[in-house]
């Protein structure tokens, strides 16, 4: 899966365990009260935006940009990142690289995000980035792997690693 989201800076339930989090989940939320918002938001969930083959990404930075453009009455500020599973071959993105996170497909939910309560995460912690992420691929496969041992009973919850890559502002 890859393709891009249009995100706020800052998550909207930033967690105190997190604080500088800058992955995948940190959508507007729906519905947000926020009048200048709700046409763009309703056709992002809705609309023609949304790749239901890609988990819910954006496909093209095209319709990225546009949908930015769409949103740029509100009164909050939006960025674009591109997101990809380890699995994809896009060696054509040369995009600035915020890290790996650990998230399902839409909604984009993320362990990292959220971080857990759990004894034995204190070590993955220390090695967060400057983005509140994995800096690197193996550092992310282990804790998904410790996540799983730690919450067995979240055994149904599907999460995938994402490489998660900066595009605009630029």
Known sequence: MKGYLVVLPIPVRLSPLNPKY????????????IPEEEEPLDDYVFGPYMSDAEGGLIP???????????FSPS???????YCQT?????????????????????PFWSVVADWPTREGFE???????????FSDLQQAERFID????????????????WLVQAVHPE
């Open 86 to 106: 380890p699995d994809e071959d896009d060696s054509q993105c040369s995009y600035p690289l915020l890290g790996y996170d650990v998230a399902s497909v839409l």
């Open 146 to 161: 410790r996540f799983r041992e730690a919450y067995p009973e979240n055994d149904r919850t599907i999460l995938h690693i």
């Open 123 to 133: 070590q993955f912690a220390e090695s967060l980035n400057d983005y509140g992420l």
């Open 75 to 81: 009164p909050r500020e939006f960025e674009i990142i």
């Open 60 to 70: 093209t930075l095209e319709l990225a940009r546009e949908l930015l453009g769409r």
């Open 22 to 33: 800058r992955g995948l989940f940190r959508g507007p939320g729906w519905p947000t009260g």
